[in-house]
């Protein structure tokens, strides 16, 4: 079905495009210095204009879609200079670079161009090519141009970001397609939207945008989820049965289920035969064959960014080789689902810290992440990810929207359609860092501890992964980084990992460190009397200092708490002076009472021992920016017990 709509979409285009011509960006052949409007004097670099101009045409029988970017740079001071002496142009394989110019325009008006054997072809960290070049005789006050159109397949979604750290003075955003083309686009986080006309049997739609100011990363932000940006879809195409709306929520379900849940015979058999060859059985509730499912696929089959053929897709290969494509994964995934009779909805969502899933705007290139929803248990999985297990999900999942595929069945005849539901985050009782440490001075006033960590839900995530994967010679340096309070590795007298298995996840078993902890940085004499440095036991603390007004809400990742117990056996012949300097309170409450964020911290005195509690924790995920000051305070709770000093004295 989907397949069917998308050729006759690429068949309109191709005939349309036709009377096409590509309509290049150029820059002006004597430029002039601009001036920088007042409120951005005191910035590094300015962007005098980012330009985006993306046109569709036909060649050679294909629709393909020019990108061009034109930008100057005002350089203003030592730090434009550095970010801007020179350019990298990344690009995907399935792309080229058709086009590049760039050169300098110093404060006297001199232009200094990059010759073409200055424009270097290299390849980035993450394997993509790139063109390099450098900027000739760069100085303050002086602007840097530079022009570049990539040449890319056909596309029916896009997205452009025209917010940055360094402001805009003017941002021009052109989109040309067929006349018989209809996109729809949306502008987010304050950028206008689009203007379209016709002429000569091609559709523009232009955006222009004056002075937008920089943006900053914030801590605990979603900092690229908050630029301006564009996004564009192909929505309609003009035909002799008018409009038809393309690309919905519904043609997603409908091409998920076509991709996903359409099975020969043969790969049914195959998908029968791996069920009971990990002992799924139809004795099983549906959260065993999950468990059993996931792990096993999880831990069995391997998963790589370029398989040597298209046989690697197939079911019988996939478990003989143990190894496949992502897709390939996923689809042989869901079969086991399907054919292990657990219900389930498929379906994909998108990265919130790049772009939360706007339900009104199918913008189908953003959905990136997998995810299957379990009605009966009502409870999420990642299939594709092996670092997760239900219930918990890639973080830039969880308070995000996702789509999923529902199936309908009318008589013999299946269907799907979509359906849009927000994945709540779990409670902050799932995820917890915890702490009990046992403190014990020998007779020269000598500090060990006895130390128990642990790492519950999305706090044992990284963990996890660190542990698993570091080679045993070098775990003990691992641990020691992670309880945080050991100098250098040989102050651990001790230590052992429980529950470190992915498989821990699905009953939140916490994974636990048992260490004992040599500490003589912890104690410092002062005459007759020891300093104890209490507040380092819970390892260091993030600070949050506030210099600027706050402009983005805050985003913590996931809902989450820390608990922490300390036992001090107070020396013979020694009393602590001023306990009571360990009792913080800090929280936040709901005009119901209900406390959003808190650092709670007190004690109590049994015999020679001084027991001390702390409770910290954040149970939203988001808070407005109108609750900085309270969320601050919270944070910066914890680092202020950092340098609480109890004092030990003679009695």
């Known amino acids: 079905m ?84 020179k350019m990298s142009i990344a690009f995907a394989a399935s792309r080229s670079i058709e086009k590049i110019q760039a050169r300098t325009i110093l404060p006297n008006g001199k232009v200094l161009e990059v010759g073409k054997d200055k424009i270097t072809l290299t390849k980035t960290e993450d394997g993509l ?34 917010q940055y750290s360094i402001p805009t003075m003017r941002a021009d955003f052109t989109l040309v397609t067929p006349e018989h083309f209809h996109f729809d ?30 943006l900053e990363e914030e801590q605990y932000s979603l900092y690229d989820a908050s630029l301006m940006k564009v996004d564009y879809r192909l929505s309609y195409v003009d035909n002799e049965d008018g409009k038809v709306r393309l690309n919905t929520w519904n043609d997603l379900a409908m ?27 139809s004795n099983d509730s549906e959260e065993q064959k999950i468990r059993k499912i996931e792990d096993a696929l999880k831990t069995g089959i391997n998963m790589i960014d370029a398989i040597p053929d298209e046989s690697y897709l197939n079911f019988d290969n996939i478990v003989d080789k143990k190894l496949t494509s992502e897709s390939g994964f996923i689809r042989f995934f869901v ?18 810290y790049q772009a939360p899933l706007d339900e009104q705007f199918e913008n189908w290139k953003l959905l990136e992440v997998y995810v299957i929803y379990i009605p009966g248990l009502k409870q999420y999985l990642a299939p594709s990810s092996i670092f997760h297990r239900m219930p918990f999900l890639p973080i830039g999942v969880v308070e995000n929207k996702a789509v999923f595929c529902k199936l309908t069945t009318l008589g013999d005849m299946t269907t799907a359609v979509a359906s849009i539901r927000k994945i709540p985050a779990l409670s902050y009782e799932n995820s917890n860092h915890n702490l009990e440490a046992a403190v014990n001075f020998d007779k020269d006033m ?22 698993i994967y570091t080679p045993k010679d070098k775990e003990k340096e691992l641990v020691q980084n992670l309880i945080s309070i050991a100098p250098k590795p040989e102050d651990l007298s001790s230590y052992s990992v429980e529950n470190a298995a992915f498989n821990n996840y699905y009953d939140n078993r916490a994974l636990t460190i048992v260490s004992k902890v040599n500490t003589p940085q912890l104690v410092e004499k002062a005459g ?12 260091r603390q993030v600070e949050m200092y506030q210099d600027k007004e706050r402009k983005l809400p805050i985003d913590i990742n996931y809902p989450h ?20 300097v360990v009792n913080m309170l800090v929280d936040h409450k709901l005009p119901d009472g209900n406390q959003t964020m808190g650092f709670i911290s007190g004690y109590k005195l049994e015999g020679n021992k001084m027991i001390i509690s702390i409770d910290e924790f954040y149970r939203q995920v988001n808070y407005p920016v109108s609750e900085i000051e309270p969320f601050r305070k919270v944070i910066n709770a914890a680092a202020d017990f950092n340098k609480t000093v109890l004092v030990m004295e003679k009695i």
């Open 185 to 214: 686009l949306k502008g987010y986080n304050g950028f206008p939207g689009a203007v379209d006309t016709v002429l000569d049997l091609k559709r523009f739609y232009n955006i222009t945008a004056l002075d937008i100011p920089s």
């Open 561 to 580: 708490a820390f608990q922490r117990k300390i036992i001090i056996n107070i020396p013979n012949g020694y009393r602590v002076a001023n306990p009571e």
């Open 335 to 352: 079969a086991c689902l399907q054919m292990a009779g657990v219900q389930h909805e498929f379906g994909l969502t998108t990265n919130r």
């Open 129 to 162: 090519q790139a063109y390099v070049f450098a900027f000739e005789g760069i100085e303050k006050g002086a602007e840097v141009e530079y022009l570049f159109t990539e040449k890319r397949e056909l596309a029916m979604f896009g997205t452009e970001q025209l």
């Open 446 to 467: 000598n500090v060990s501890i006895d130390l128990t960590t642990t790492f519950k839900g999305y706090s044992a995530m990284g963990v996890r992964e660190a542990l």
């Open 255 to 281: 091409q998920l289920y076509s991709n996903y849940y359409t099975y020969s015979d043969k790969e049914k058999r195959v998908v029968d035969k791996y069920l009971k060859s990990i002992n799924v059985s």
């Open 2 to 85: 989907k397949s069917y709509i998308l050729s006759i979409v690429f068949l309109s285009l191709s005939i349309a495009c036709k009377a096409q011509y590509y309509t290049p960006v150029s820059w002006e052949s004597t430029p002039k210095i601009h001036e920088v409007p007042k409120q951005f004097a005191g910035e590094s670099a300015v962007f005098v204009l980012d330009r985006r101009h993306i046109q569709y045409k036909s060649e050679d029988k294909q629709v393909v879609v020019y990108r061009t970017v034109h930008r100057i740079v005002k350089v203003q001071d030592d730090k434009g200079l550095e970010t801007f002496n």
């Open 528 to 539: 007759p009397k020891y300093l104890f440095k209490v507040g380092d036991v819970i390892g």
